[in-house]
């Protein structure tokens, strides 16, 4: 009976460390993607950390005299799918390469912005120098976007999208395809503002 006591109280300690290992493990490599399969939800607004870093940006572009607006946040994939064919199958001119489910407008994780000058009307010009630094505000804003974690479309080579401003959380738009969605606390991936 002792051995069997004895036999018991080792495989319990041999559990406790193996748990306590596991428990390690992710303590000290978390995941920051959970997985929720082909059911995942499509999301319906920018995600939280997405939504804090927006509002950080126009109120921090605001600080240097440039007034951001943003013309576009979560877009539904009927929406995608229509910009999509625009330019092929419907009129107008090429907008995006992103079909439907491919852009990270369409989970949450990307908006697009445009400039407003003191008369509200909205500024497109890439080279606008409202508050008179000797440097162009969209570009400003684009800078400020950047050292708050966002990728910003301008700096593609292949199509520049210079509105275009998304944070990836490492996931793919395939991983996204997929169901894989960002967790929610996650600042340490991309870093705190500075
Ligand atoms: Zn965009």
Same mark, same amino acid.
């Given at each position: 009976m002792k051995r069997f006591f004895n036999i018991l109280l080792s495989w319990f300690i041999i559990a406790f460390l193996l748990i306590g290992l596991f428990y390690l493990y992710n303590v000290l490599n978390p995941k920051h993607y959970l997985y929720l399969g082909e059911d995942a939800p499509i999301s319906t607004e920018l995600h939280p950390i997405v939504e804090e870093r927006k509002n950080i940006l126009i109120s921090e572009a605001r600080h240097i005299g440039i007034e951001v607006i943003i013309t576009e946040e979560v877009r539904t994939m009927e929406r995608q799918q229509a910009l999509? @064919?625009? +330019?092929? /199958? *419907? @009129? +107008? *001119?090429?907008? /995006?390469? #992103? =079909? #439907?489910? =491919? *852009?990270?407008?369409?989970y949450g994780l990307a908006i697009d912005y445009a400039l407003e000058n003191n008369h509200g009307e909205l500024i497109w010009n890439i080279e606008y120098d409202g508050n008179n630094n000797g440097k162009a505000d969209w570009f400003e804003v684009a800078d400020i976007a950047k050292q708050l974690g966002f990728t910003w479309g301008g700096d593609w080579t292949h199509f520049k999208d210079y509105s275009h401003l998304e944070m990836t959380f490492g996931l793919s738009i395939e991983q996204l395809k997929q169901g894989y969605r960002p967790k929610e606390e996650i600042k340490d991936v991309i870093g705190e503002p500075k």
């Open positions: 999509y @064919d625009q +330019g092929r /199958t *419907s @009129d +107008g *001119s090429i907008v /995006t390469y #992103a =079909e #439907a489910g =491919e *852009s990270y407008h369409n």
